[in-house]
T-cell receptor, first 115, second 111 residues
Framework: KAGVTQTPRYLIKTRGQQVTLSCSPI?????VSWYQQTPGQGLQFLFE???????NKGNFPGRFSGRQFSNSRSEMNVSTLELGDSALYLC??????????????FGEGSRLTVL | QQQVKQSPQSLIVQKGGISIINCAYE??????FPWYQQFPGKGPALLIA?????SEKKEGRFTISFNKSAKQFSLHIMDSQPGDSATYFC??????????FGPGTRLSVLP
């Protein structure tokens, strides 16, 4: 059974640009969550989608957005990139919605560097 | 209220020793407490999890101890091995809410 797939794995952008990251969940999983991981802040929750609906949103500015498609694949977008957006962006899928005791299965992440 | 505190930030243990990582939370509505293990270049993976109706759960060399009244839980790794060297995250969640993660503990097990 294939795991969570994130693309691209690495990318370099400059300030002011925008970026789109993609996540393909485990087959059958309808919940997709996104986290930002930085050395100083750990794992910070961005948002969660379940059956194409955003269920929860973390405390991030509106420059961070996401969506989920009917096949459960998800994308997140960051517009007007800032240096502080440099981080590892992790996607996690789950069979059940977050908080329902379901295990989160993480991808290997997309490492974004903003210059 | 939504924060999960974790200590220590880093931990060095000799092979065969016991590694102990502690976490504390404030929100008594949390009802699921997992621990995740992350190796460099990989995403976190579930290690072990507990619900507040039990005080301890053991899986192999890994044990979670849960103290509901103190709102604390800890991970014990017995007979620590160099292959256990990784970053460990505690987390907490409740129905309808996203997971809240601790800041992580970097464990190094010396051979």
């Amino acid at each position: 059974k294939a795991g969570v797939t994130q693309t691209p794995r690495y990318l370099i952008k400059t300030r002011g640009q925008q970026v789109t990251l993609s996540c393909s969940p485990i087959s059958g999983h309808r919940s997709v969550s996104w986290y930002q991981q930085t050395p100083g802040q750990g794992l910070q929750f961005l948002f969660e989608y379940f059956s194409e609906t955003q269920r929860n949103k973390g405390n991030f500015p509106g420059r961070f957005s996401g969506r989920q498609f009917s096949n459960s694949r998800s994308e997140m977008n960051v517009s007007t990139l800032e240096l502080g957006d440099s981080a590892l962006y992790l996607c996690a899928s789950s069979l059940r919605p977050s908080g329902d005791g379901g295990e989160l299965f993480f991808g290997e992440g997309s490492r974004l560097t903003v210059l | 209220q939504q924060q999960v505190k974790q200590s220590p930030q880093s931990l060095i243990v000799q092979k065969g020793g016991i590694s102990i990582i502690n976490c504390a939370y404030e929100n008594t509505a949390f009802d699921y407490f997992p621990w995740y293990q992350q190796f460099p270049g990989k995403g976190p993976a579930l290690l072990i999890a507990i619900r507040p109706d039990v005080s301890e759960k053991k899986e192999g060399r890994f044990t979670i101890s849960f103290n509901k009244s103190a709102k604390q839980f800890s991970l014990h790794i017995m007979d620590s091995q160099p292959g256990d060297s990784a970053t460990y995250f505690c987390a907490a969640s409740m129905l309808g809410q996203n997971f809240v993660f601790g800041p992580g503990t970097r464990l190094s097990v010396l051979p």
